[in-house]
């Protein structure tokens, strides 16, 4: 397994007092990426052959489309700023870095909607392996 860094790992408590503003920030970000798949489709619409250029290229050649893939970057720095890892847009994953009990470093996982942190994974794992964190009642969400 590779060795992994991470500058901040976090305790359930910690992860949730994050929640209500990381559902606010998630949720903006849905709605701006949504936006921006909006105003890509509308581009790619009218010039097919911009569909052959990687998107930095054509965020460069369409000066519509540069406030919103700037805002999308913003809004992933902010949430990215407490520690955390944004994993998924759409499902609105995020994971926190955490140590178990024997010493390794796992993610917390969250994904928007949950009221509090539930589930866990491996770090070289994804959403399919979360597990259930010990004490949480509540159903993962699917």
Same mark, same amino acid.
């Given at each position: 397994?590779?060795?992994?860094?991470?500058?901040?790992?976090?305790?359930?408590?910690?992860?949730?007092?994050?929640?209500?503003?990381? #559902? !606010? /920030?998630? *949720?903006?970000?849905?709605?701006? @990426?949504? +936006?921006?798949?909006?105003?890509? %489709? #509308? !581009? /790619?619409? *009218?010039?097919?052959?911009?569909? @052959?250029? +990687?998107?930095?290229?054509?965020? %460069?050649?369409?000066?519509?489309?540069?406030?919103?893939?700037?805002?999308?970057?913003?809004?992933?720095?902010?949430?990215?700023?407490?520690?955390?890892?944004?994993?998924?847009?759409?499902?609105?994953?995020?994971?926190?870095?955490?140590?178990?009990?024997?010493?390794?470093?796992?993610?917390?996982?969250?994904?928007?909607?949950?009221?509090?942190?539930?589930?866990?994974?491996?770090?070289?794992?994804?959403?399919?392996?979360?597990?259930?964190?010990?004490?949480?009642?509540?159903?993962?969400?699917?």
């Amino acid at each position: 397994m590779p060795n992994y860094h991470f500058d901040r790992l976090f305790n359930p408590q910690e992860a949730e007092e994050l929640i209500p503003a990381l #559902e !606010v /920030l998630v *949720r903006e970000l849905q709605v701006n @990426a949504t +936006e921006f798949r909006r105003a890509l %489709a #509308e !581009v /790619l619409k *009218r010039d097919p052959g911009a569909e @052959a250029h +990687e998107l930095p290229a054509i965020i %460069a050649r369409y000066p519509q489309l540069r406030p919103l893939s700037s805002g999308l970057a913003e809004l992933t720095h902010k949430i990215e700023s407490f520690g955390c890892l944004l994993k998924d847009i759409d499902q609105g994953l995020i994971d926190f870095p955490f140590e178990l009990d024997d010493g390794e470093v796992v993610f917390l996982c969250w994904q928007f909607g949950e009221p509090r942190i539930v589930a866990w994974h491996p770090v070289d794992g994804g959403f399919a392996q979360r597990k259930p964190l010990p004490g949480a009642a509540k159903p993962l969400l699917n």
